[in-house]
């Protein structure tokens, strides 16, 4: 995701189905925000805030992976098994 994703020649975010660009709440849905998650600036701010956050259900998975491996890393006996997050199927 973009910072200018609202924007067609910039940030190419076509709505799969509509002729149209997504909107700032669906960019923001595609960056795991939660529906509640209430924005309070311009739009332009609120582009930059989506466009250069990172998703969090990848940041959890992410981080839970790197978890079990330095686990793994440190137990020289045994082999823990990577954390089941629920994240990733």
Known sequence: MRTEFFKLEKGRCIH?????????REA?????????????????????QVGNAAPRKLATALALLQAGILNR?????????LPDSGLIE
């Open 16 to 24: 799969p189905v509509s002729d149209r660009l997504i909107t700032h």
């Open 28 to 48: 923001a849905g595609l960056q795991s925000f939660p529906d509640s998650f209430e924005f309070e600036r311009t739009k332009i701010q609120v582009a930059r």
């Open 73 to 81: 890393k440190s137990s020289t006996r045994r082999k823990a098994p």
